[in-house]
């Protein structure tokens, strides 16, 4: 429940119909995030703008700055464009709301950002939180002062102590008033505070002052209430000095994580020592019940203030250096877990994994390249081809070419040329067909020169994926036959590896490109067989991609609407976005055959929508182009241009979460 603020709130309200750039600005822990977050619900409850939310407290540094907020926008990029560009044509005239949540740490890089965009984009309103404000022309500031000790901030402690299961006496409702006092009414500090009433009275946190904020000894009533930017140290402190030395460990080991973490993952990283896994399950539990940690569901969150008191702590332990080593050898062992079992039933689960990991999984590629390099080539290369499939393409890039460089020919021939496979991968995927046909050819030589087949298969993979987005069918047909064949013949090769069955699938698209459609057809159901078994969904996808190609070309409409559905059901169990437009091309198109023109135009409405946050136009291999513009020529027939454009244009519009419900079977939003 929120409590108070309700002039700040009103004037909120009347400044973003109005204001262009709004800073919510003041100390820590005085209630900024709160404070947005209640507009923002309280805007969109009054059917305002869209709203996309990016929290910044994530960020080491601003180098993944535009990424991140183009992430948060729901972009998926797949172009060589710079992330501030295509957050700039994405959003371009529309009417959208973005919140930039704790940008003080990055303010510099905020600072640039948030004037490009609104110089770019005419209707768009940024909110940001910040300890300090941008100081650009036009900015509207609305400083955010801590909340009226005996009102709101007295009933926001009574309600957090509620919530503890806590509840003061009538005899010490003077004594809560003094204590918001002496707290100077900062929310973070009073939660905390309340956190404490578990183990300590209020009478005895008043007297427990600390960090030099010292009460008059003869005056042990009347407390001076200290500056306000000790004010939250002082509530920390609190905190810190009522947990046991196990929940003190725990808190400053745990500062090293940047996003959310369970608690398999703290106990993974953070036992050792004097740490058992079972003591990190207990005083993860007691740093709950303090409220120093976030608990959202089965996952958990360190306030970015109370993560940083948690880093100087970890710091002054001496302990720094070797949790951020513990951090990378983590991640990496995690992308390790999650390649070894890529085509199994775990594989959409990873999917996911990855995608929340994205800060942690960056900060220790950081890490890993200024200390183990040959390690970072490994995870760069390992998180390279989740992150381009699912929309981080140049994230990977930057990282992938970053850790080849500084690595040298040295480095693990077996890594190098999977990190090389994976940089070509993201080059071809953004349309960069010539330095993707260089990166292939560089494969080829270092799978020959290592006698490694499953190396062949991935140089074989990328080559025909080029030709075969160049419309060269014929040509990736034989680069895979031979590939194939001779995987097939190598003592070692790993029967249904990775490759091989990406090469299986790729060989899909070839054979359909060919016109042999009968082998096209009766491989992807043998290899849709083979990942049902496994509980792969990502190859399967592209094997209903092609059968319901197949089934349009051979106009058996009903046939490519459950192929079509069954595409969108696998892309959506992974998050991939650009997958997902592909589907709903592939479900318009299967509509317009089954005669259903506007369930035609809402299909491929919803598809645009995405493409545009994918930053492609329609993609796919060349082939399926005159699939596309007959099921739309069909539908335009079907229901009239005019009804048709109506139905298109809506559906571009409509919220994609309930149309992707609709294209899964659900009923029409529109």
Known sequence: MFVGRDRELAELQSALKVQRLITLTGTAGVGKSRLARQVVELEQAAGGSDSCWADLWQLSDERMLAALVADACGLSDHTPRMPVDVIC????????????????????????????????????????????????????????????????AAELFLQRAGQMGVVPQPGELNQVTELCTYLDGLPLALELAAGALRHSSIEELLHRPRHNLHREESDPVHLPAPRRHEVLRTALGWSHELCTPKERLL???????????????????????????????????GLVDKSVVTSRGERFLLLDTVREYGRLWLTQLGELDSMATAHATYFLTL???????????????????????????????????????????????????????????????????????????????????????????????????????????QCLALARSDEDSAGLLRAAYLQAMSDLLQGNARQALDFLDQALRSAQEADDAEPAGHAEMMCRMLRLFALTGVGRLDESEAAARAL??????????????????????????????????????????????????????????????????????????????????????????????????????????????????????????AAAHADPAAMLKWAAGGEAPL
């Not at 929309?391 to 040329?417: I, K, P, V």
């Open 89 to 152: 044509q994405w959003i371009g005239e529309r009417d959208l709301l973005i919140v930039l949540d704790s940008c003080e740490h990055v303010l510099p890089a905020s600072r640039r950002l948030v004037a490009t965009l609104l110089d770019n984009c005419p209707h768009l309103t940024i909110l940001a939180t910040s300890r300090e404000v941008f100081h650009l022309e036009g900015e509207y500031v609305v400083v955010v002062e801590p909340l009226p000790c005996a009102t709101d």
């Open 251 to 285: 808190w400053a080991r745990l500062s090293i994580v940047l996003g959310h973490f369970d608690v398999p993952m703290a106990a993974a990283l953070c036992a050792g020592g004097p740490l058992t896994a079972r003591d990190v399950e207990d005083a993860l539990a």
């Open 335 to 441: 992308a390790r877990q999650a390649d070894s079992t890529w085509t199994s039933a775990e594989q959409t689960g990873w999917y996911r994994t990855i995608k929340d990991a994205h800060p942690d999984l960056c900060a220790a590629l950081d890490y890993l390249l200024l200390h183990r390099v040959d390690d970072a080539l490994e995870l760069a290369t390992l998180t390279g081809f989740y992150w381009t499939c699912c929309g981080h393409a140049h994230t990977a890039q930057q990282y992938l070419a970053r850790a080849l460089q500084a690595g040298d020919s040295g480095q693990q021939m077996h890594t190098r040329q999977r990190a090389i496979w994976a940089l070509g991968l993201t080059h071809l995927l953004q349309g960069n067909h010539a330095t993707g046909n260089h990166l292939a050819r």
């Open 528 to 649: 849709r067989v083979q990942c049902v078994v496994m509980g792969e969904h990502w190859i399967r996808s592209y094997t209903d991609y092609q059968l319901c190609v197949i089934a349009l070309r051979e106009q058996h409409g009903e046939a490519a609407l459950e192929h079509a559905r069954s595409m969108l059901a696998s892309k959506q169990q992974i998050g991939d976005t650009f997958g997902i437009a592909l589907g709903l091309d592939m479900l318009a198109a299967a509509y317009s055959a089954s005669g259903d023109g506007r369930s035609a135009a809402l299909a491929s409405g919803a598809g645009q929508r995405l493409w545009e946050a994918v930053g492609h136009p329609q993609r796919g291999a060349p082939d399926v182009q005159p699939l596309r513009e007959f099921g739309e020529n069909t539908a335009r027939q079907l229901v009239g241009a005019g009804a048709y454009d109506t139905y298109h244009r």
